[in-house]
């Protein structure tokens, strides 16, 4: 009897740790450290000229129409034409799951939607991808009149640009610009932990890593940031 009980309780300890491998891991069933190397050995081959477009056959489409899908990282972006996540990652069909919106703002629909990827789907990674010469920045820089709507969507953008006037004085345009997409970059991400205490919670418990990046469209580049620098505070908060 004791014996059984003793492998019994190994079983239950075996599947139990067999779980929280798997949560830490995700549905991809691989790290977000591993998931971020897939993306820079993707962007890696795209600026070489070498990429290998994968999983963008039938058999994929079959595989995860019928499996379901198992994307590894979820990706905030902007809608610019010139930022094709999957393209500039080198990745297919079911690996990415991505969220682009104009100036990639973290605001109720798309924290929903990153939610959905982190938890309901396992994707361990998630990434706020910026890139250089957004239109949504620019606009908001230059203090453009834009339409009621897009007034709403760039409101987040306000402060990481206020942020940045009032760190810098400089009549650099091209400057205040780049500095404010990468602020930007950064507020997503503190955007993203205020408002989401699930995805707070997951970063804070290491089932999620939320890092920034930045693109550059010219030489097709992606500049790695890692996590906010205050990631230990806001998570904290
Ligand atoms: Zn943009």
């Known amino acids: 009897m004791k014996r059984y009980i003793t492998a019994m309780t190994v079983a239950i300890l075996t599947m139990c740790m067999a779980t929280a491998a798997m949560a830490f891991s995700g549905g991809a069933g691989i790290t977000a450290d591993e998931a971020l190397a897939r993306l820079k050995e993707g962007n890696t081959r795209y600026v070489a000229g070498a990429a290998v477009a994968p999983h963008q056959d039938a058999a994929r489409r079959h595989e995860t129409a019928v499996g379901g ?14 930022v094709p996540v999957e393209v500039l990652f080198d990745q297919g069909v079911g690996d990415v799951f991505v969220v682009r919106v104009a100036g990639n703002v973290a ?12 938890e309901h789907l396992g994707a361990p990674l998630v990434v706020v991808l910026a890139h250089t010469k957004c239109g949504a920045v620019t606009a908001v820089v230059k203090g453009e009149h834009v339409t009621e709507n897009i007034g709403k969507l760039v409101a987040p953008i306000v402060p990481a640009v206020a942020s940045v006037k009032s760190r810098f004085a400089t009549d650099d345009l091209a400057e205040l610009i780049n500095r404010s997409i990468e602020a930007n970059m950064w507020q997503a991400i503190a955007d993203t932990y205020a408002k989401s205490p699930l995805l707070k919670k997951m970063a804070a ?6 890092v920034g990046a930045l693109y550059d469209i010219d030489s097709g580049d992606v500049h790695w940031f890692g996590e906010h620098p205050s990631n230990a505070a806001l998570l904290a908060k």
């Open 69 to 82: 899908q198992h994307p590894f990282a979820t990706v905030l972006s902007c809608a610019d034409s010139r």
């Open 107 to 118: 605001n109720t629909d798309e924290i929903g939607t990153m939610e959905y990827g982190a």
């Open 205 to 210: 418990d290491g089932k999620i890593k939320v």
